[in-house]
């Protein structure tokens, strides 16, 4: 059972476009994580959202945590060949673990 | 300030052979979790570990599976015996003392490819 789906899975756009991926759920978690992975490497952490309604800025890309803690968003202003890459959502439910259940993914391509 | 250090970043083994994962933990963290990426998956969460101690294996497989974190030295992800099904990139993830955040973030490693023959 997939707990965290992302939409979409793959998106390729023009260098300059705008996008939103969404991270949802019907669990409640305690925080939320998204990461950006390059093929060949490691999970990159990009933010950290602990407050239902919080919305964090890092340059461009802007990251909101639902009312509920149940869904998330990323949103990328004037996308750049640089972003590309897969974004992935991690939610984590606390407690003794805090262990991360991760979503399905979304594949960026960004054309020049 | 050197990140989540992983070794060997490629791994080749025979059927049958064992397969040693090692993992650094970044400076001052003192919780080691391992995840496993299968292809055309998503990562999955194997397990957690303290010092010497096992906090959550829920995510492990019951066999040929193990891990541990000694008080000196890195973290170790073990696997006896490998089949060709044990094939994925395996990350190892490390988050400061849990006092000192009210939340937890994870830092990963660039991982290990493990390809069985």
């Known amino acids: 059972t997939q707990l965290l789906e992302q939409s979409p899975q793959f998106l390729s756009i023009q260098e300059g476009e705008n996008l939103t991926v969404y991270c949802n759920s019907s669990?409640?978690?305690?925080?939320l994580q998204w990461y950006r992975q390059e093929p060949g490497e490691g999970p990159v952490l990009l933010v950290t959202v602990v407050t239902g309604g919080e919305v964090k800025k890092l340059k461009r890309l802007t990251f909101q945590f639902g009312d509920a803690r149940k869904d998330s968003s990323l949103h990328i202003t004037a996308a750049q060949p640089g972003d590309t890459g897969l974004y992935l959502c991690?939610?984590?439910?606390?407690?003794?673990?805090?262990?991360?259940?991760f979503g399905t993914g979304t594949l960026l391509a960004v054309q020049p | 300030n050197a990140g989540v250090m992983q070794n060997p970043r490629h791994l080749v083994r025979r059927r049958g052979q064992e397969a040693r994962l090692r993992c650094s933990p970044m400076k001052g963290h003192s919780h080691v979790y391992w995840y496993r990426q299968l292809p055309e998956e998503g990562l999955k969460f194997m397990v957690y570990l303290q010092k010497e101690n096992i906090i959550d294996e829920s995510g492990m497989p019951k066999e040929r599976f193990s891990a541990e974190f000694p008080k000196e030295g890195p973290s170790i992800l073990r696997i006896q015996q490998v089949v060709r099904g044990d094939s994925a990139a395996y990350f190892c993830?490390?988050?400061?003392?849990?006092?000192?955040?009210?939340?937890?973030?994870?830092?990963f490693g660039p991982g290990t490819r493990l390809t069985v023959l």
């Open positions: 993830a490390s988050s400061p003392t849990r006092g000192l955040s009210s939340y937890n973030e994870q830092f």
């Open positions: 991690a939610g984590a439910r606390g407690g003794a673990t805090n262990k991360l259940i």
């Open positions: 669990s409640v978690f305690s925080s």
